[in-house]
């Protein structure tokens, strides 16, 4: 199965899809990290554009046709992203949900934000005002909403795992 995670930074995205990776040991695509390496090697000046996501999306449909369960860690904003991975998991027959993670508290997730640690070699952290302004469009299609606002890790990956395992039924 193909589990895509989508969310601004700062939702918690990242610490639900790690941990789920982890339980259900499935490969894990972090799209941070593929672009971190992208920037630092070099290769690409400037933005690195869709780049991170087209590497993330042919990992992926490689580690589906191989019986490999997937985490995709991304912001996944746009309608074209998301169709894009409705599109590994087709061309991999692979079953596929969608999770957005939001943080309705604006205080929390600015705290959020500007304390993360940063645990990529490279990797800046996002200004508050960044993700104010980070093109998101809204979801169109069908998903699993997960407010992380005023839980702690455990209780939203709870629910989390809860709604997979349903929606997986």
């Known amino acids: 199965m193909l589990i895509v995670f989508g969310g601004l930074p700062g939702t918690g995205k990242t610490t639900l899809a790690a941990l789920l990776a982890r339980e259900r040991r499935a490969t894990w695509l972090r799209i941070d990290a ?3 390496v992208l920037r630092s090697s070099g290769m690409l000046r400037g933005d690195v554009g869709p780049s991170g996501y087209m ?25 074209v992203t998301r169709a894009a991975w409705r599109g590994v998991a087709a061309a991999a ?3 596929i949900l969608e999770v957005e993670v939001v943080c309705s508290d604006p205080v929390e997730h600015r705290r959020r934000v500007e304390t993360r640690p940063i645990d990529l070699p490279g990797l800046v952290r996002p200004s508050w005002d960044s993700v104010q302004r980070q093109a998101y469009e809204p979801w169109a299609g069908p998903r699993i909403v997960l407010d992380t606002a005023g839980r702690s890790i455990a209780q939203a990956a709870a629910e989390l795992r809860a709604r997979i395992d349903a929606a997986a039924a």
Do not use: T
Not at 60 to 68: D, K
């Open 34 to 36: 593929i672009e971190q």
């Open 55 to 79: 590497v993330a999306y042919a990992l992926a449909e490689a580690n589906l046709r191989q019986g490999q369960g997937v985490i995709a860690d991304c912001v996944n904003p746009l309608g």
């Open 93 to 95: 027959s692979s079953p």
